[in-house]
């Protein structure tokens, strides 16, 4: 049986909502496709309307608002560089964007799509085939946690490579929906649950990520994958230190969601990085074992740091 597929463009964000409420149970938004385009035709989303939000132009700038600097949610992962803003004050989201994917998928990738783009596990992110022949896991038509042996809660990683820089910088996100705009912390959109990662409501479409102009922050971001280019990140780690001496440390590529730590210069390091292993909750669910990815914690915990002088 083939089901009914739609596409349709919006020109503004207000049409945007306006069609998502026609279809409020089986649509996505479409930026630059990057993730969901590739997880349709792996059969892993099986939205069967696409709202394509590429022509919405308020949504492609960049700009200082008083204390607070705004990047629509379509700037690609490429332009970030662009924007002197984004240079001078968060250097290190360019250095996080520059890790994500590969050269030419950043041209396309937008930054609304990477924070949302979907978690990961080696046992659901194969083709429909292979899914099958494992016997499916929860995340799909199973009833049980292929990669923990039989557990009832799924760990699909949680990948994004800007979130975690953003996240240690206290960043906010606008958002527009039905009911109007609000403003919330980026962190809070994750739930830790690997089959539901976010809790955003359907039609609630991102506008912008706010970060904020007055707490200089010292930022450094690690990122641990077999290549280069290409491969997500099997660990993410975002330290930012800010003028008060408060540190915050984001893990990503471990947990469903990102694990977050506070603490300020006057803690004992090594208790910040035992909460970081001990809060991350990592399975055998990737390229490198779970082992090689705990230990790799301390490590780029330790090195960042150092790069930051504490
Ligand atoms: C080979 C390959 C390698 C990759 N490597 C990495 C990697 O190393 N690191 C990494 O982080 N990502 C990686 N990705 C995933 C992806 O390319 C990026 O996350 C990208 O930034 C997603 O952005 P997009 O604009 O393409 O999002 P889309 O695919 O268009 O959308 C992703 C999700 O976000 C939602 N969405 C997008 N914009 C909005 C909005 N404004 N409001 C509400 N919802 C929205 C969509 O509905 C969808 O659910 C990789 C992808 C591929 C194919
Ligand atoms: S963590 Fe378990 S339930 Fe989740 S996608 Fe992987 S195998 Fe499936």
Redesign the pocket.
Known sequence: MTTEQYYLKAKTTDEAIQIAMQYPDSF???????????NKFQGTDETCCLID?TDIKE?KQVSTHGKVLRIG??IT?DDLKKHDAIVNFFPALLEAAH????PV?RK???????I???NRCSFFNQSEFWRESVGYCLKCEGDVCIATGGKKACFSRF????APVLISAKAQLEILDVDGIHTIPLESVYTGDGIHPRNLSKT???QAILLPLDNRYRIIFKKL?PREA????SLSTAVSKDRSGNIRIVLGGIDPKPVVVTGSIHDEMDSLIMQAVKKSRIIDNDYYSRTYRKEMIPVFLRQSFNELEL
């Open positions: 996505k938004y479409l930026a630059g496709g990057t993730d969901l385009l590739i939000i949504l949610a379509l992962l890790h994500a994917a590969s998928l396309t990738a937008t930054i609304g799509g990477n949302l783009c979907e990948v994004s490579d800007t609630a479409l991102i994958r290409v491969d997500f990140s």
